[in-house]
């Protein structure tokens, strides 16, 4: 049974961890962060993106897997289904589909219309008991074909979005989506203490977690930090284990070749990966 993302990132702001959010594109990729988050007795987010939904057909049939994982799995484990990014069209896609949480991403819009939007989505979600994670200064890099610099947010920004209501808050703080550039100057701590220091309790979410320092990692979970992301970290370990067996000719030893067994390395490195991650996100054991 899917729950929305609010009780369990309070939890996690209170206890200083974070809850991972993992992006999802196939069922392997499902089937394989549900079985790590139940094995390490860790909360977890499946996030969608809406390049993601449109790959795996639609909204609907992402529930639909997902449900009938939870069910035939036996998860017991609070598990979240969350749109990543999403547009004001996209989020109302994923309220009908049956999402249990939605991220609106008005960052690109005059705060003004950004504000406008949040407000009449927060009444959404609250109607259907869903979670609503708003934006607030553009994440860097590449986010489905946009690509932005790794902006800092603005904190009195932040405080109007969060006093919209809304459940939890992704503010830039020089955080950039995919691979890190040699020349990247960090996070700015300065910028998340500040934001921390006018939201309050609010939950804080940090995009574009793969490979940002551990130390790094652990002190924004320290100023608040209760949500991260992680995707490109998980498409590299699973493309790197599916190479490593392709090289290896093992796809041409007796049946190899069965998406069953071609897809499994791949799988197991995916685990591994978010398991890595549960453990430095301190979440193990917190379900």
């Not at 992402?62 to 749109?83: D, Q, R, Y």
């Not at 809304?166 to 910028?191: C, M, Q, R």
């Amino acid at each position: 049974m899917l729950v929305n993302a609010t009780e369990m990132l309070k939890k996690a702001k209170a206890g200083h961890y974070a809850v991972g959010h993992f992006n999802i594109n196939n069922l392997e990729w499902t089937k394989a962060i549900l079985s790590t988050a139940q094995e390490l007795n860790s909360p977890v987010i499946l996030g969608v993106s809406e390049g993601a939904g449109k790959y795996m057909t639609g909204f609907k049939t992402v529930v639909g897997m997902v449900n009938g994982m939870l069910e035939e799995m036996k998860i017991t484990v609070p598990v979240a289904l969350h749109l990543d990014h999403g547009t004001y069209d996209g989020c109302l896609k994923c309220v009908e589909a049956g999402f249990s949480s939605i991220m609106f991403d008005g960052s690109h819009y005059p705060i003004e219309e950004n504000i406008a939007k949040t407000k009449e989505l927060v009444k959404i979600c609250a109607e259907h008991g869903m979670s609503l994670e708003a934006e607030v200064g553009a994440i860097g890099g590449e986010e489905d074909g946009v690509i932005g610099m790794g902006e800092c947010a603005d904190p009195q920004e932040c405080k109007m979005i969060a006093d919209l209501g809304v459940d939890f808050l992704a503010a830039g703080i020089g955080n950039i989506h995919g691979k890190y550039p040699a020349n990247w100057a960090g996070l700015s701590f300065e910028t998340l203490d500040a934001i921390q220091k006018l939201t309050g309790d609010l939950p804080l979410v940090l995009h574009g977690g793969t490979g940002i320092p551990a130390d790094m990692i652990k002190k924004a979970i320290s100023l608040g930090v209760s949500k991260i992301n992680v995707n490109t970290e998980c498409q590299l370990s699973f493309a790197a284990a599916t190479r490593k067996y392709i090289e290896e000719g093992k796809d041409l030893q007796g049946k190899g070749f069965d998406p069953r067994k071609l897809l499994a390395p791949g799988t197991e490195a995916i685990k591994a990966t978010v398991k890595e991650k549960m453990e430095l996100f301190g979440s193990v054991g917190k379900a």
